[in-house]
């Protein structure tokens, strides 16, 4: 029976990971996208997650037809999962064709650090951002086989990614400990640092009180102490998609004073508002209540 469940989570990883979404790669994007819009009817795919995701969703906002918005959070993950295949096999034209830009990006000559968050899709804004100019160092986190399903596949996925990743920024990934040193390091030498503000606040001692929700909650802060004491803007980006169309809007805001005593409140304002608008996006819905402290 042991080797049935390892088999049959290998097997579901190799279809949502790499079957499904590649086939992407020998598609033009507007049938791929209706490919990925077919397969995400399955409600087999990304079950647990997108269970626990719709669970924890109907907590905090009106999610409407519970079927629609599993199908729209399926497709965005397939969506998700299909960029890394596309960022390894599409030149910088695809960003003409398929991301129409709302905003510039700000110092491109100069070291900055880059702000996106757990929302839809990020891989081609890291690709949009390098291909105005500046290198950028992601920080991104470790994972195990086991925080990655206890699957062979998905773990070997996660690397790959973590390395296209890097390619896409063009420069190495800061990984903890010693993130801080790094970043300051690669904002020395001109380059920008971007990381993901909305990782749950259990997992940082770099969190401070601000207002989610209408209610007491916590964001953290790390990147804008990067920003601060570097002495460097912050720049917040975000890459959406049209369920629609699969057509992506890239929003970039900023130069933005990291001195500022509201920003750390306007970004998480920012975030939160990023969700309302498109829920389906978010991935890290299951660890919401880590946000939020007591009243």
């Known amino acids: 029976m042991a080797v049935f469940r390892w088999l049959a989570v290998e097997i579901r990883c190799l279809l949502e990971l790499y079957l499904l979404p590649g086939l992407c790669v020998v598609l033009p994007w507007s049938l791929g996208y209706r490919w990925l819009r077919l397969c995400a009817r399955w409600g087999w795919l990304f079950g647990p997650e997108w269970r626990a995701a719709l669970a924890q969703a109907r907590q905090w906002i009106d999610v409407g037809e519970e079927a629609r918005w599993a199908h729209a959070y399926r497709t965005c993950r397939l969506v998700d999962h299909a960029d890394f295949w596309l960022s390894r096999t599409r030149s910088r ?31 081609w804004a890291v690709r949009a951002l390098h291909a105005a100019g500046p290198s950028a160092a992601v920080l991104a986190g470790r994972f195990s086989r086991r925080s990655m399903g206890a699957s062979w596949l998905a773990y070997l996925y996660g690397h790959l990614r973590l390395a296209e990743l890097a390619r896409a920024g063009g420069r190495p990934l800061i990984f903890a400990p010693g993130s801080v040193r790094q970043a300051r390091a690669e904002l020395a030498a001109g380059n920008w640092v971007i990381g993901t503000p909305d990782v749950p606040p259990t997992e940082t ?36 998609l049209d369920l629609a169309s699969g057509r992506r809007d890239l929003r970039i805001e900023g130069p933005l004073d990291p001195q500022d005593p509201a920003l750390l409140q306007r970004i998480a304002s920012q975030w939160e508002a990023l969700i309302r608008e498109k829920p389906w996006g978010f991935t890290l819905w299951p660890m919401m209540p880590a946000y939020f402290t007591e009243d």
Do not use: K
């Not at 969190?207 to 570097?230: D, K, M, Q, S």
């Open 93 to 123: 034209r695809w960003l003409a064709r398929h991301v129409d830009v709302l905003g510039n990006w700000p110092r491109t000559d100069a070291a900055a650090v880059g702000v996106f968050f757990h929302w839809c899709a990020g891989m």
């Open 205 to 240: 001692r770099l969190a401070r009180p601000v207002r989610l929700w209408g209610r007491p909650a916590r964001f953290t802060e790390g990147l804008l102490r990067i920003a601060r004491e570097a002495g460097v803007p912050v720049v917040v980006f975000t890459l959406g």
